[in-house]
C-alpha cells in the first residue's frame, strides 16, 4: 500500500441498487496523473460511464471529489467537486461548491466517492471513517434543503457536513442544483438532478482524520508564500467586504453584464448594482475551509414585502440573472428569489436565463398567457420572477416546460422559440457577453462543459487593465487555451478559481503546495502541471468526442451574439466572430480545424494514448 | 469651446470624493491627464492626494466610456464619460 501524504489514499465506491459501498485504494498512478478533484473525475468518469448513458438513469455515474490539499492549511483549496455526464448538455460537467464539505469528507478518509445505480426509495449516505450507511429518506424527501439540514444533522451528527438535493433535484428539473449545507452551492450542469435520479436526497460526511503532509517545513513556506501573495493584492480587502457583489456596477460598465436577456439595452436604474449600495445590505462575512479571502456574505433585508429575510447573498452572476437579465434592478427581489433558489436546489444561472427567455418569448407573442398559467411576463417585474422560480423548482405550469433548459424548452415551444435560447451546448449563458471580451466568449463557445465563465474566466481580457484589447480577435485562440488549462490545474489541485482569477496566485507557488504537501517530485515543476492541466482538458473533450457532442458544430453560440451588434458603450456595434475565432483557437489547440476534434498526435502527447484508442475502437476516426 | 466631461466615482472612491457625480469643463484639447489634474483641484489638497495615491497603489483605476485608457494621454470628447472604481474583480 502507497503511503499518501495530503491524499486521504482511498476512494468510495457506492453501488445504490445494490446497497453496497466499497473503499478501495487510490491508484497512485491516478494521482500523479490528474492530481485530484476535478482531474480524478474526468478519468472516472470516462473509465466508468458506458457510453450513451442516460445522464438521469441508473447507469449514470456521479464522482465526489477533492483535492490533494483539501483539509490542510493551504488556502482556498478545500473545495468539492460534483462531476457527472450532464443532463442538460449530454456532454462530461464538473460542478463546484464551497464551505466545509471538501475539507470533511478528507477527514472522513475519502479522496472522492463514486456513486452509481438507483435506490429502491429515497436514500442518503451517512459516511463517517470506515462506515458507511445507507439511510431511509423518506421523511425528508419533498423538503427543502434548509428543510433537511435539522434532520439529517439530527440523525447523524451535529458536526457533519453535508451536500443535498431540494426539490427541484427531486423533480429532475435539469439544473437542479447540488447544495450545501451552508448554501455553497454546485449549481450549474443539472447534478441536483442527477441526484434525484438516483434517489440520492443527500451525502452527510463525518470525520477527523487530519491529512499529514509530506514536508511540514516547505509546506509552511509555501502557505506563506501564498498567504504574502494575497495579501499584497489591493483587491483582498474589498473582496474580504464585499465578495463578487463588487464587480455588479464594474462589468456593467465594461459591458460585460448582459441586459434583457443578451439584447443589451442601458439598465434603467443600473446604479442599484452601485457597491455602496450593496454594501448597505450585508451584515455578516464567511468563509470556506481555510480561506482568509472569506467572500461569503449574509444580506438583510429592511424594507418591502420581504423585509426580514437574511440569507446568503446573491452573488455577481445572480444580481444579473434575477437583475439586470430581466430588467429587474430590485435588489430586495434579488435576494428573495436567490434564498427560494438555495432552498428548492437550482442553478440561479440557467434559472434567470429559463425565465428571461419567456418573458421575450412573450414579449414577442410566440408565447400568450394561455401558455404562462395567465401570468403577463413584463421586463423588470419582480413578482414575474419570483414566481417563475417557484414554478421551475417545483415543474409547475409554464415552469415545467422552462425546467427542461432552454435550449430544450425552445425545441418543446417551436416557432422561432430557439432564436431567443441563450445558451451553449444546452448550457445557459453566464453574464458574460462573449460580444464583450472574445477571448471569454471563446471560452463560452469552447469549454467543454457549455457556457461556463468559470472554465476559462479571461482574466487577461475582463480585469479592465487595459493590457489586452478585449474587442480585438487576434491572438485569442491561444488566450483562451491557456486560461482553460490554467484552470484546470487548479480544479484539479481542488482550489477555488477567484484567488487565480485575481492574480492572487500563480502556478509556481501551487506546485510548491502540491509538492510539499504530497512529496509527489512531478509536482515540483510548473510544467508538469501544465501538462496535467491541458491532458485533464483534452480527456474531457474526447468524452464529449465518445458522446457524440465534441465536433466544431457542438462549439456554438446563440445568433443573437452572432448577428446582432450591441447596441450600449463600451461594446457598440460588436458582434461576435465565430468561424475565425474557433480556426484560431483549434490550431492553438492543436486539433483539426476543420472538424474541432483532437488529433491522436495531440492525445498521445498528452499521455492519451489509450483514449485515442478507445475512441477508434467505437468508431470515433481520429485525426491523425 | 471647453469641453465638459462627466466623472462618477464609485465605492470607496465616492466616499473620498464626497459625491457620485461631478462635471468637469476642461479645454477644447483636453486629456485624460487634465481630467486628473481639474479634479485633484476641485477635491483639495488632502483628499485630492489620497485619490492619487489609490490610482497609483492599484487601489483604484480609471475607465473612460466603460474601456480602461491605454494611458494619460487619451484625449477626451465633450460628453465623455469618466469613471473612478476601486480595484474590483468578481466571477
Known sequence: MVQYYGYAGRILYVDLSRGEAVSRDLPADLAKAFIGARGFGAKLLWDLLPRGADPLGPDSVLVLAVGPLAGTAAQSASRWFAVFKSPLTGTFFRSVGGGMFGAMLKFAGYDAVVIRGRAEKPTYLWVREGRVEFRDASRIWGMTVDGAREFLLEETDGDARFVAIGPAGERLVRFAAIVSDEYRTAGRGGGGAVMGSKNLKAVVVHGERRPGVFDEELFRKAVEEQIEGYRRKPVLERYQRLGTNLAVYLYYTLGHFPTYNFKQLELENADRFRPEVLEGYVVKHYGCYSCMVRCGKKFKLTRGPYAGLVWDFPEYETHWSFGGNLGVTSIEAITYANHLADRYGLDTISTGSAIAFAIELYEKGIISKRETDGLELRWGDPEVLVELVRKIALREGVGNVLAEGVKRAAEIIGRGAEKYAMHSKGLELPAYDPRSAKAHGLNLATANIGASHCYGWNRFEIRARGKVDPFSTEGKGELAKLVQDETAIFEAAGFCVFPLFSEMITVDVLSKLLHAATGIEEFKDAKYLWLVGERIYNLEKAFNVREGVGTRDSDALPERILREPVPRLPSKGQVFELDKLLDDYYTARGWDVKTGLPTRRKLEELGLREAADSLEKLGVGLPA | ?91
Open chain 2, 1 to 91: 469651446m471647453a469641453v465638459k466631461v462627466l466623472a462618477e466615482f464609485i465605492g470607496p472612491v465616492r466616499e473620498l470624493a464626497g459625491r457620485s457625480y461631478l462635471v468637469l469643463e476642461l479645454s477644447r484639447r483636453a486629456d485624460l491627464a487634465e481630467a486628473l489634474e481639474t479634479l485633484v483641484r476641485i477635491m483639495g489638497d488632502e483628499r485630492g492626494r489620497q485619490l492619487v495615491e489609490m490610482l497609483s497603489d492599484g487601489k483604484a483605476f480609471i475607465l473612460v466610456n466603460g474601456i480602461a485608457p491605454p494611458s494619460l494621454d487619451v484625449k477626451l470628447n465633450n460628453m465623455d464619460k469618466i469613471y473612478i472604481f476601486p480595484a474590483a474583480f468578481g466571477g
